[in-house]
């Protein structure tokens, strides 16, 4: 199988890492620094500009294509850019091929389903985005569903839970505090990149979408009290929604965020026959814990 992964961040070099022993990967990046984290990876790397067809022209034919591009924590516009946009672009390119790909995968978030009150959702939860950026992640994922059919092949969208792992940890964001009443649905990083690994190598979810989470959503008050014990200090100060909407300094993308309340189910990706290496918070952050200790 041949992988090109547009957009080889922070979950696309560890797909890389984790495909390229048994199958032909290039990672794609915009930046020197970029095309460096991939060649230290340890798999081919190709540097191109994600909007730019004659760009993507560098990048050879493959048999899937994964859309793991970040917009760099910015603003609705920005993720437009690259989401809709870039998306856009890339299935364009690919598909015009004399030899276009098989498959096609984007990599989107949980932050679609906006808020649900703290009840469980699945695949077949509506989707109701609570932002403008948000709402363009809902965008991008009909494009990820629906273009690809226009040249022949299949996309598929992973959903991920917020994600963790080496260098994004932020165990201080919970042991400081304070923090704010509301779900964590996470996903560690290694598991954010075997998940797709197992979709494509076992060939699932086809035209499909597949939610990315591990198996215990957590309160993020028994969170940050679990994680104070397992560092040995003292359990952080709490607020509830309320006393933190009450900040007048809030923007209202913060407040909206804040607001929305879930607990996202993976019965889809376990029925699909995924086995996580992380399969809850406890497990993934027992090296961050065991780091903060020493």
């Known amino acids: ?54 760009d993507l022209s560098a990048v050879p034919d493959v048999d899937v294509v994964v859309f793991a591009a970040s917009s760099g924590g910015r603003g609705a516009e920005a993720a437009r850019e690259v989401y809709v946009a870039g998306q856009q672009v890339a299935i364009d390119h690919f598909g015009s091929r004399a030899v276009a790909p098989d498959r096609y995968v984007y990599t989107s978030s949980t932050g679609v389903y906006g808020d ?3 009840d469980w959702v699945d695949e077949e939860t509506p989707l ?21 059919a226009e040249f022949g092949f299949e996309g598929t969208v992973a959903r991920y839970g917020g994600l963790y792992g080496p260098e994004r940890y932020r165990l201080e964001r919970y042991i400081d505090g ?3 009443d509301g779900y964590l649905n996470m996903v560690h990083r290694d598991d954010a990149a075997g998940a797709v690994a197992h979709l494509l190598v076992g060939d699932h979810a086809r035209g499909e979408t597949v939610l990315v989470v591990d198996d215990e959503p957590v309160s993020k008050w028994d969170f940050a009290d679990w994680l104070a014990e397992q560092c040995g200090v003292p359990e ?27 607990r996202c189910s993976n019965e889809k990706l376990r029925g699909l026959g995924y086995e996580f290496r992380y399969p809850t918070f406890r497990a993934g952050y027992e090296a961050a814990i065991d780091s903060y200790r020493s």
């Open 1 to 54: 199988m041949r992988v090109a992964i547009l957009g080889c961040g922070y979950v696309g070099l560890e797909l890389g890492r984790q495909l390229s022993p048994d199958h032909d990967v290039v990672g794609v990046r915009r930046s020197d620094a970029g095309i460096a984290a991939i060649e230290q990876a340890g798999f081919d790397a190709v540097q191109a500009d994600l909007t730019d067809p004659s």
């Open 116 to 118: 649900h009150g703290g």
């Open 128 to 148: 109701d985005p609570q932002t403008d950026k948000t709402a363009v992640l809902a965008e991008a994922e009909r494009v990820a569903l629906e273009r690809p």
């Open 178 to 180: 304070p923090v704010t």
């Open 236 to 262: 952080p100060p709490k607020q509830t929604k309320a006393e933190r909407l009450a900040d007048e300094t809030l923007s209202e993308t913060a407040r909206r965020r804040i607001q929305t309340s879930k």
